[in-house]
T-cell receptor, first 112, second 114 residues
Framework: KAGVTQTPRYLIKTRGQQVTLSCSPISGHRSVSWYQQTPGQGLQFLFEYFSETQRNKGNFPGRFSGRQFSNSRSEMNVSTLELGDSALYLC???????????FGPGTRLTVT | QKEVEQDPGPLSVPEGAIVSLNCTYSNSAFQYFMWYRQYSRKGPELLMYTYSSGNKEDGRFTAQVDKSSKYISLFIRDSQPSDSATYLCAMPKSLMNRDDKIIFGKGTRLHILP
């Protein structure tokens, strides 16, 4: 069966702009989580959506937001981009747990 | 003290050797322990997860949890060059599906030398 897909795969933005990333989970999965991965901080949890509701949230500023649609697809938005937001953004889906998640290939965001 | 610590490596071992990858953690409330493999420029791939203490085996991979020492291990038998990747351990902070978050180790880079 098809895995988690993310679009776009690569993105270049300038400081102050906003960006929206998209994630399509594995068919049947209702939980989508978002992560930021950087060389310095590693993989950090942003938030999790389950049945269109944000269920868990990591320690990121309010500039990072997300939503989930009725078909479980999810979007993540980052407003007022900063240079430090350059990272690989990963989404992962599961039936509903955090311990059995499957990751997508990621979107590499570069902020200049 | 960091909640999850993992030696970044790199760890270089000859093909066919047994590899041991480890993480330590500080929160005794952790119950689930996961191992992910990440190839360069790819997303992490779930290898296996274990619940509480004990061992779990899947093919050439064995995960071991020692809750008394707050120490988890992943063993790879008969290592292959294709096992060269970064291995990350991860733990959800609680069993509740609310106010939860998942903590990842920084990852250990593994090189299997042909």
């Amino acid at each position: 069966k098809a895995g988690v897909t993310q679009t776009p795969r690569y993105l270049i933005k300038t400081r102050g702009q906003q960006v929206t990333l998209s994630c399509s989970p594995i068919s049947g999965h209702r939980s989508v989580s978002w992560y930021q991965q950087t060389p310095g901080q590693g993989l950090q949890f942003l938030f999790e959506y389950f049945s269109e509701t944000q269920r868990n949230k990591g320690n990121f500023p309010g500039r990072f937001s997300g939503r989930q649609f009725s078909n479980s697809r999810s979007e993540m938005n980052v407003s007022t981009l900063e240079l430090g937001d350059s990272a690989l953004y990963l989404c992962a889906s599961s039936f509903g747990t955090l311990y059995e998640q499957y990751f997508g290939p990621g979107t590499r965001l570069t902020v200049t | 003290q960091k909640e999850v610590e993992q030696d970044p490596g790199p760890l270089s071992v000859p093909e066919g050797a047994i590899v041991s990858l480890n993480c330590t953690y500080s929160n005794s409330a952790f119950q689930y322990f996961m191992w992910y493999r990440q190839y360069s420029r790819k997303g992490p791939e779930l290898l296996m997860y274990t619940y509480s203490s004990g061992n779990k085996e899947d093919g050439r991979f064995t995960a071991q949890v020692d809750k008394s020492s707050k120490y988890i291990s992943l063993f790879i038998r008969d290592s292959q060059p294709s096992d060269s990747a970064t291995y990350l351990c991860a733990m959800p902070k609680s069993l509740m599906n609310r106010d939860d978050k998942i903590i990842f180790g920084k990852g250990t880079r593994l090189h299997i030398l042909p």
